[in-house]
């Protein structure tokens, strides 16, 4: 397909649906929003909200009066929220880089999911009219992740009601289900994989990550074993899930493999979760935190099995999943087993584009400007979302990724400001890290990067009964805070974090114990990619050059 078309088009529902999102970073729990349109939201536990996003026209005013109500003004109607602090959803004009590529100038997006469309109406809104062309491997308008492993599983809302609500009409060529296979820098072109190029001015990266998939293809084909990140997949899986397995096993207990464990309690569905690290979540909340994980998925009938492996699947003489063989010895019985291993950022296109683009993602600059492998920074190319590997000046200017909502919309919004805009008035990319997970009836909330940590203090609340605030620190400063359902204090601590406040905190609160005690904030060590080696060649000034060498 290749033809001009309105990104913004109603799907086969047509103009009867009011698409939804809720940014649940900003939710509090109030429950309004569930009082004036319980067919569209629900209360699952004390703070952590459902909600379907794509309600029935009926259900209109219900959804106007719970948006209106909302006391931090957290649901939105066709249109995305933004984390970056001050940043307006109105028209914001940016400073010209000539009115000639405003009108004339061609720019491509190749990513068509949260990032590259958030970026999309950024652009047409702060007044580019010039060629706007999206590039995206899947069929569908862009649709929101996080539901997949949380309402979509539960059979609450269906697969295809996850469409992002839209900013606005965006006029562009749209090219839906074609991948990029490859980009060359000096002719400014973009290969498509059916051999068609698209030519460009500037041009967005924004090709997001994919599922880590089961390791060993012939298992990995097995009927049964599934991985975790498309409408498709989500779909097949709430199929299995809704016929009842015996058992399902979830390889993995980082967020997503939580949060599917989650919603297997809710079906009353037996299910058993391998983790090879000593307790879930500890990869992105570290080990004191992933304790009081643990005992809330064994409190809630999870057979948790930490520290093994998993190091067979075993199917039967029909090509069906039956069991899996464990490190340990033992083995577990399976009908569905659900791959959570993390992610794989999308950067095979970009193998010899000159960029600097590997397993960690395609580093760039804190104004999302993509750098090559010399290290220097280009001009006409930048990066937003999950692919993009980038310094934060909060966290000693360290290089992160972040497979975060909020930070997709964020840099998004910077990457398209920064696109239209020359140097003296170019954005920094300075939102704080914020994410959020739903699972057994209980809301978690982060701010900062609590992985960038040395202690961690219990400020607020208690974790035996699982309602607390736990502030971390790193040489004596705050540099985040997660909530289990005490989410009115997040932003609170985000101001703290970005003051570089004291650690541990000093001040005085209800639910404040007497006496703070940090204690180790057990992080895992962290691990540098080392599938690439950069290898210079040449021997003056001017030959000198970085080359990677991919194992």
């Avoid at 569209?40 to 952590?48: H, I, L, T």
């Avoid at 990029?180 to 001015?201: M, N, Q």
Wanted: glycine share 10%; proline share 6%.
């Amino acid at each position: 397909m290749w033809g001009r078309v309105r990104l913004a088009v109603a799907h086969e529902q047509g103009e009867c649906a009011v698409r939804v999102i809720v940014d649940l970073t900003r939710c509090q729990g109030y429950g309004q929003c569930a009082f004036l349109a319980p067919d569209v939201f629900a209360m699952n536990g004390e703070e952590a909200l459902l909600y379907d996003t794509d309600a029935d026209e009926a259900q209109r005013e219900h959804v106007l009066r719970a948006a209106a109500a909302c006391p931090v003004q957290a649901i939105h109607l066709d249109q995305m929220a933004t984390q970056h602090r001050g940043m307006r959803t109105g028209t914001v004009v940016s400073p010209p880089v000539g009115d000639g590529f405003r009108k004339t100038g061609r720019i491509v997006i190749v990513g068509a999911s949260l990032a590259g469309a958030r970026a999309a109406g950024v652009l047409r809104r702060d007044g580019f009219t010039g060629s706007l062309t999206l590039i995206g491997d899947e069929p569908y308008e862009p649709y929101d992740r996080p539901p997949l492993s949380k309402q979509v599983l539960t059979g609450r809302v269906p697969a295809d009601h996850t469409l992002l609500p839209r900013l606005r009409e965006v006029d562009a060529e749209w090219l839906p289900g074609v991948a990029a296979a490859g980009l060359d820098l000096a002719a400014k072109t973009v290969r498509l994989a059916d051999g068609r190029e698209v030519g460009f001015d500037r041009l967005l990266i924004a090709t997001g990550a994919r599922a880590r998939p089961w390791p060993n293809p012939e298992e990995a084909a097995l009927d049964g074993v599934l991985p975790l990140r498309t409408i498709e997949e989500s779909s097949r899986l709430r199929e299995r899930l809704a016929a009842r397995p015996r058992r399902v096993l979830v390889i993995g207990a980082g967020f997503t493999g939580s949060e599917v464990a989650s919603v297997c309690r809710d079906l009353d569905l037996p299910v058993t979760v391998a983790e090879r690290g000593p307790a879930p979540l500890i990869g992105a909340l570290g080990g004191v935190i992933g304790k009081v994980a643990a005992e809330m998925q064994r409190a809630h009938g999870v057979d948790l099995r930490c520290g093994v492996t998993v190091e067979a699947l075993e199917g039967d003489a029909d090509g069906r999943l039956r069991a899996a063989r464990l490190s340990d010895g033992d083995t577990v019985e399976a009908d569905v087993a659900v791959v959570a291993l993390g992610a794989i950022r999308n950067v095979e296109w970009l193998r010899d584009s000159g960029l600097a683009a590997g397993v960690w993602g395609v580093a760039c600059d804190a104004g999302c400007r993509a750098v090559d492998m010399n290290g220097l920074v280009t001009d006409d190319v930048f990066v937003a979302g999950d692919v993009a590997r980038f310094p934060h000046p909060v966290y000693n200017y360290q290089f992160m990724t972040l497979e975060h909502w909020g930070n997709a919309v964020a840099q998004a919004e910077i990457a398209a400001h920064n696109m239209l805009s020359d140097q003296a008035h170019r954005w920094p990319h300075l939102s704080l890290p914020v994410f959020w997970s739903n699972q057994f009836g209980t809301s978690i909330k982060s701010v900062g990067v609590p992985t960038f940590a040395d202690e961690v203090v219990i400020a607020h609340g208690s974790t035996e009964e699982r309602r607390f605030v736990a502030v971390y620190g790193y040489r004596g400063r705050v540099t985040a805070a997660v909530t289990f359902d005490r989410a009115m204090w997040l932003e609170f601590y985000q101001g703290l974090i970005e003051r570089a406040a004291p650690f541990p905190p000093e001040f005085r609160a209800a639910d404040r114990p007497e006496t703070l005690r940090p204690v180790p904030a057990e992080v895992p060590e962290r691990l540098e990619a080392t599938q690439v080696t950069v290898v210079v060649t040449g021997h003056d000034p001017a030959e000198r050059r970085a080359t990677l060498v991919h194992r």
